[in-house]
């Protein structure tokens, strides 16, 4: 529904939100984002209790727009978010993972650490800081992880803590790719979710220089790691996050891992339902596709009928043209007295003329056809 800026404005100004958004089908938060976005004012805190009370209460005027998009503004309902659903089996583990006696410790030292994390920490400590001052493995079958050199410690142990805790909750996790597009993925309940550790870069501003070439030839800032850690769930292939959690004042990272495992529990329940979103919409692409094309055949037999149709009128037009000329040569000899032998140029004419009009008859087929189904 498309209403005019000024008239949104009245109404705002006449009637609570609360009331209007119910009139209009839409939530009060919305309606204020709307009048937010068409730059109309709206009623200040005290407004309504003022009228209702009979006090003055001033209106802000609707200051005017020079934009003649905002001018027009659409009222329609707007559906609501698809309500996400977790089957009763997760919802009970995303439960379980929730309890005091579920939670995740991370060991202050590296003890017994998995194949993964041990070959990983060694890569580690062989590697060189990249230009973010952040080292990445290199060997392969080395998890996905991105930290400073002086964070290489309480990363693995972050890491040996995760995989050990998914892994006891029946959830593999594994390295795939090559060396420069290598993921860490662990599999939930049949779905690959690709996770990484990294840690934050912080660019700072470069000490200057002792000599004026060397301060020309460096860059003005300078980047190194920050020490703050984010753990991220990437997407299917592992290009982007979907979901991150980090460092925060009150809680680190190591006290997050099981809030991060409730995170991987509700991906692989999102995987499963777009995938089977996914075959849905296939199924009805299917379904259109199948009625487009018999929508496609239907017109190329209709036009086939026209083209029989018109093909058969004009050979009707032929064949009452050729009949009426052969009367027409045999009326015109009988006036004149003449009489048509066939060794005559009109005799020949006509015999050629009627053998034509046998073959140019449309109907003459067609009549036989329904004398021999008779």
Partial sequence: ???????????????????????????????????????????PRGYWAKKRSGKPARRIPLPPTSDPKLEEV?????????????????????????????????????????????????????????????????????????????SIDRSMRIMDALIK?????????????????RTTVVEIDGESIPFRLTERVERKLRPPAPDRLRSFLHSEYVNSPSGEFRVHIQSRYGSYP???????????????????????????EEMKADRERARLARIEEERKQGIREEAERLRREEEERVRWVEATLDSWNRWRALAKMIRDARTRASRLGFQITPESRMGQWIEVAERRLAALDPLGPMLEELRQTR
């Fill in 1 to 43: 529904m498309m209403i005019d800026r000024r008239q949104l404005y009245e109404l705002i100004w006449t009637t609570p939100a609360s009331k209007l958004s119910q009139t209009y089908g839409v939530s009060d938060v919305w309606l204020a984002k709307l009048c937010k976005k068409h730059h109309i004012p709206q009623p």
């Fill in 74 to 150: 659409d009222l329609s309902p707007r559906p609501a978010p698809e309500k996400r659903t977790i089957s009763p089996v997760v919802e009970k583990r995303i439960s379980e993972e929730k309890t005091a006696g579920a939670a995740i410790i991370v060991n202050k030292r590296l003890n017994a650490p998995h194949p993964l994390v041990d070959r990983t920490r060694s890569s580690l400590i062989s590697s060189k800081p990249d230009q973010w001052g952040l080292i990445r493995p290199n060997g392969k079958g080395c998890l996905d992880v991105a930290v400073g050199p002086e």
């Fill in 165 to 181: 805790a998914l892994e006891a909750r029946s959830h593999q996790v594994k390295v795939s790719g090559e060396e420069f597009r």
């Fill in 242 to 268: 979907l979901r991150t959690w980090k460092d925060g004042n009150r809680k680190h990272i190591e006290d997050r891992l099981n809030e991060f495992i409730v995170g991987l529990m509700e991906t692989s």
